[in-house]
């Protein structure tokens, strides 16, 4: 099998599937996202032999698992809610017990299809030099809401839909939609600074 990898935030990220897999070594699947090509992160860091951590990498990500019969994606991600510490000593991060061994094989779940299964990450990186923002509302915009509508919604033909700008404040802004996130059951919008 050749490995597949993700690219986000600079790096280079892999899932690692372990079926069967739980403390007790049967019954559920587990499933972790793991960074990749960590031996070129210790090179750009100026690190070599020696002990300690020679890199750092700070990120939130979500697991996902297709239903094909549904075309929705069971997600899954930390309830904590808190980024994670991806070094040297804990490079993958996950879920032990992402889905029962019985639930991903039963057919009529729809993980499992003609033998073919659909597994997916999204992975955010926290950069430690990166500015940030945060939007708060000072003042109500005009009429109180901004509103988007989607042409051809159900044809997902783009790779993702996004609106024209709009003012809140001083700033521009748009509202991103990818289009992966309209197989799932609830609507995954972005709102990015122009």
């Known amino acids: 099998m050749i490995p ?4 986000a935030g600079g790096h280079k990220w892999r899932l690692s599937l372990h079926p069967n897999e739980t403390e007790a070594g049967i019954g559920d699947i587990s499933l972790y996202l793991a960074i990749a090509e960590t031996d070129s992160l210790s090179r750009e860091r100026g690190g070599g032999g020696g002990g300690g951590v020679l890199w750092e990498v700070y990120a939130d990500y979500k697991l996902f698992v297709l239903d094909h019969l549904q075309k929705k994606y069971l997600t899954v991600q930390d309830a904590d809610g808190d980024m994670k510490r991806f070094h040297k000593e804990k ?13 991903f094989k039963n057919s009529s779940k729809g993980y499992l299809v ?7 990450a999204e992975v955010f990186v926290y ?3 990166s500015e940030w923002e945060s939007l708060a509302m000072v003042k109500e915009p005009g009429d109180g809401t901004f509103r988007y509508e989607m042409e051809n919604f159900t044809a997902k033909t783009q790779s993702s839909y996004d609106s024209k700008a709009f003012t809140v404040g001083e700033r521009n802004w748009y509202a991103l939609v990818p289009s992966f996130a309209l197989l799932s059951a609830s609507m995954l919008l972005y709102i990015c600074f122009v």
Request: overall charge negative; hydrophobic content about 40%.
């Open 114 to 120: 003609d033998d073919c299964c659909e597994f997916g």
């Open 4 to 7: 597949v990898f993700l690219k």
């Open 127 to 129: 950069s430690r030099n």
């Open 91 to 103: 490079s993958e991060w996950g879920f032990a017990k992402l889905i029962t061994l019985e639930a």
